[in-house]
C-alpha cells in the first residue's frame, strides 16, 4: 500500500507549509504513511471507534487512522503552524476529525467524548510522553474513559513501562504503575531512519489495556511508597522506606514491610507490583490510625 488515501503526500505537504519540526515540542515527524498505517492498526480494528491523538503534526497518523476506518479521531494539537494542514484533512474526511488547539496534559476531553469509551494512538511527543501516560494510568474512578493506549516511545521508556523484578535495571515506579493498572507489551520498533528529523534512539510502539479489576489502592499513596522505594533502590526496604511520613519510623517501617509480607532486606527492584499495592495499602492504614 503505497498510498493510503488521495491527499498529498506528507513531504509535499510539509514542504508547502515550510513545517519544520521543532526540537522545543518534542516533534519527530513520520512521513512514511504504511508506517502510520501499521501503528493505527496494531489498535486493533477502528470501525465504529473514537481514537484520541495527541501531538498529530502534519497528520501522518491521523490519515491512517481515518483511512482505516475510525469513527471520529479527536486530534489535540499546541502547534497552531499544523492547524491548516489538519483542517484540510479534516475537510477530506467531513465529520469525522475533531482537532484541539491546546496542551494534552490540561485539555478536558469530557466535552469531546459525551460519556463514551475511547481508545488513545499517538507518536507522543517525547518530552511529554511519560507525564502524559502518568495522568492517564491514575485517573479516578478506574476503568478509565480509554478502553486502550497505543503510544509511541523512546524505546528505554518502552522497556521500563513492560519492566518487571525479571528486568531489575529497567525496573522503577513507571513498571509498577502500568503492571498494576495494565497489561503492557511492546509491539514494535520503529528506527530513527524512520523519522524527520531521525532522533538519536529507536523508538517503540507499546500497547496498554486495562485491567479490569485491579488491586484496589490509592494512587497517591502507591506513588508516595513507590518513590521513597526507588528513590534509594540499591538501598534495603527497611532503610529506603524510613523517608515515609511515620510517626516512628524505626519501628513503624518494620511492622508495615512485615504486615505487607516482604522481606526488610529485600530491594525494591526485588518487590512485584503487588507487593507494592500491599505496602501501599499497610501505609495507608498505619497513617490513618497514628
Avoid at 495527541?54 to 479521531?73: M, Q
Avoid at 485539555?107 to 459525551?114: H, T
Avoid at 532486606?265 to 490513618?288: M, Q, S
Amino acid at each position: 500500500m503505497s498510498q493510503i488515501d488521495d491527499l498529498p503526500p506528507l513531504r509535499d505537504i510539509v514542504r508547502q507549509y515550510e513545517l519544520a519540526a521543532k526540537k522545543s515540542l518534542g516533534q519527530n515527524f513520520l512521513f512514511d504513511l504504511n508506517l502510520t498505517a501499521k501503528i493505527a492498526r496494531s489498535s486493533g480494528p477502528l470501525e465504529n471507534v473514537t481514537v484520541v491523538e495527541v501531538g498529530p503534526g502534519p497528520g501522518g497518523l491521523t490519515r491512517a487512522l481515518l483511512a482505516c476506518g475510525a469513527r471520529h479521531v479527536i486530534a489535540i494539537e499546541r502547534d497552531s503552524r499544523c492547524l491548516p494542514i489538519l483542517a484540510q484533512i479534516s475537510g477530506h474526511y467531513p465529520g469525522r476529525l475533531t482537532v484541539i488547539e491546546g496542551d494534552a496534559l490540561t485539555v478536558d476531553l469530557s466535552p469531546y467524548l459525551n460519556g463514551d469509551p475511547a481508545r488513545v494512538v499517538a507518536n507522543l511527543p517525547y518530552n511529554v510522553a511519560t507525564p502524559l501516560l502518568t495522568g492517564w494510568l491514575t485517573t479516578d474512578p478506574w476503568p478509565s474513559w480509554w478502553e486502550s493506549l497505543t503510544l509511541m516511545f523512546q524505546r528505554e521508556v518502552a522497556e521500563r513501562i513492560v519492566a518487571t523484578p525479571a528486568e531489575p535495571k529497567d525496573y522503577g515506579r513507571l513498571g509498577v504503575l502500568c503492571g498494576w493498572r495494565t497489561y503492557a507489551n511492546i509491539l514494535f520498533d520503529v528506527p530513527p531512519s524512520a523519522f524527520v528529523p531521525p532522533p538519536k534512539v529507536t523508538s517503540s510502539i507499546v500497547h496498554l489495556a486495562p485491567r479490569p479489576a485491579p488491586t484496589p489502592a490509592r494512587t497517591t499513596t502507591l506513588a508516595t511508597v513507590t518513590q521513597a522505594a526507588f528513590g534509594q533502590r540499591r538501598k534495603m526496604l527497611r532503610q529506603s522506606l524510613k523517608s515515609l511520613d511515620l510517626s516512628n519510623a524505626e519501628t513503624d517501617v518494620a511492622g508495615m514491610i512485615q504486615r505487607a509480607g516482604l522481606e526488610e532486606t529485600a530491594r525494591a527492584e526485588e518487590i512485584p507490583v503487588d507487593g507494592f499495592v500491599r505496602l501501599a495499602n499497610v501505609y495507608d492504614e498505619l497513617v490513618r490510625n497514628r
